[in-house]
């Protein structure tokens, strides 16, 4: 993969300056794995004000010393530039931010504040044209430099990139000191393991398990951000269950350990926790939007509130030592309320806790081709809306993989799928005409009655064969010439024309249904 010539300008300018630089962080872990970066990011000896001379046209709104350099890229990824100071870091009181934030006077110190050593390795791409102290830096980092080709060298100073060949995460030093300087490192080592499929190192698995209450401390919102992006992974499910390992989930989604290890009934192959989980992979696997996938996940988080033994010949509610004998009455009511809860709790945007509120209430929708009408049919579009139909049949099949059935859309909902798309279309009639019986009485100076309607019928039938034909001035033009008929004349017309626009409909509903293979 090469490096984009906008990096590359960046690193010459800062080393013509004669300053350091080296990519950091995140890009340099995605390169090193043949992936393409979503952004860039620098670290310099150079101070702020220094950069600032450097890139004129720059942002520093800040107090990390981080400078954004405009590069006038058309990529966004390369359009905006990170570059910041080499800092360390010290005490975290509040286990979310440094008491204070200081310069570092080496690359070394900067990548020794980092979280994991897949993401404490730098790469310094251009020292040619530095002019001072170049010696010196390269006789100091000949024990943690690898050259990769000239002129490019790697900084690993703690074996970042084995860990990155042997794919694990590890925290960078003493991993309880790393997680106690800020908990949401918490989130991010389980974020990393599902997004890169890697596995957390022992220790660091050890001290995270060991620090989990430590998530109290950080803000809602970051929590949310980063959930977010754990369950944006392909990897999302397996992520959800270590931090249930870990011991994390409890302090961020609580209820969903509510169905760890919670029987359910004999229609169901696994508890409810892992019935949830399996939900979010197929929705993972699906690359369903971040909304959908929560739906998924909580779909059916309502279930252990609303678990009880199901009734004996007496009314009693006992067990009868039948396993699998429970059952969930309401619980998807139960489960529109608690998502309410958690993602309130976790400040997510009104507009999409609506939504996933609603598809967790109606995803228990009850559908049987032999019993249900089209007014049934557009009872449910009305009531879920138009707009989340599509959404709901995913978040059913995610439901149904995570039931371990083999088909996530079986013939009944297919054929919901085929009824709905049939009452979202405008049937065959003369609505759609762009003149109505008011125009018929009006050009033809004529009382209401059966002449305006079969009028009518006849317009629609040649419209059906010629829709160009389906314009004021020229259907105006047709109503005359209609009224050159007799009455016998129209009807007989009329009765045609019906009949043909009723053969249209069937032929539009067959097409439909063969869409969704069903009859």
Known sequence: MEIPKEIESVSKKIAEAGFESYLVGGCVRDYLLDKKP?????????????????????VYENQFG??????????????????????????YTDKRHPDEITFAKTVEEDLSRRDFTVNAIAIELTSDHRQGGAGKRQATSNKTRAHVATPMSLIDPFGGQKDLEKKII???????????????????AVRFSAQLGFEIEKDTASAAEK?????????????????????????AADGIRRMSKL????????????????????????????????????????????????????HDVGKPRTRVFKSDSRGAKTYRG???????????????????EILDRLKFPKKMIEEIALLVREHMFVYDPELFTEKGVSRLVNRVGPENI??????????????????????????????IEKVKKDPISVKMLKVNGNDVIKELKIEPGPKVGQILSILLEETLDNPKLNEKEKLIKKIHELNK?????????????????????KRIDEEVMKKYFVK
């Open 38 to 58: 979503k952004d860039w990011d620098f670290t310099t000896n150079a101070k702020p004000e220094e950069i600032l001379k450097i890139f004129p046209d720059s």
């Open 390 to 419: 599509d959404n709901l049949f995913s978040v059913r099949e995610a439901d149904r993989i995570g039931s371990g059935v083999a088909k996530a859309v079986p013939y009944r909902l297919r054929h919901l799928k085929a009824m």
């Open 66 to 91: 981080t400078v954004g350099v405009k590069t006038r890229s058309e990529n966004s990824a390369t359009a905006l530039v990170e570059v910041t100071t080499f800092r360390k870091e010290g005490k």
């Open 247 to 298: 011991g994390l989930l409890k302090y961020v989604v609580p209820e969903l350990e509510e169905g760890v290890e919670m029987e359910q009934n004999k229609h169901h192959i696994y508890t409810v926790f892992e019935h949830n989980v399996r939900a979010l992979d197929y929705a993972a696997q699906q690359n369903f939007p971040l909304e959908l996938r929560i739906a998924s996940l909580l």
């Open 211 to 235: 620090n989990a209450g430590l998530l109290e401390f950080i803000a809602k919102e970051r929590i949310a951000e980063e959930l977010s992006k754990l369950l944006m992974t392909e990897n």
């Open 322 to 340: 039948k396993k699998g004998d429970w059952t969930f009455y309401q619980h998807q009511y139960a489960g529109e309320k608690m998502a309410v």
């Open 170 to 188: 590890r925290a960078v030093g003493n991993a309880d000191e790393r997680f106690k300087e800020d908990a949401l490192r918490l989130m991010r």
């Open 485 to 505: 008929f007799s009455e016998k004349e129209l009807q007989k017309m009329m009765a045609a024309a019906k009949k043909k626009a009723a053969n249209v409909q």
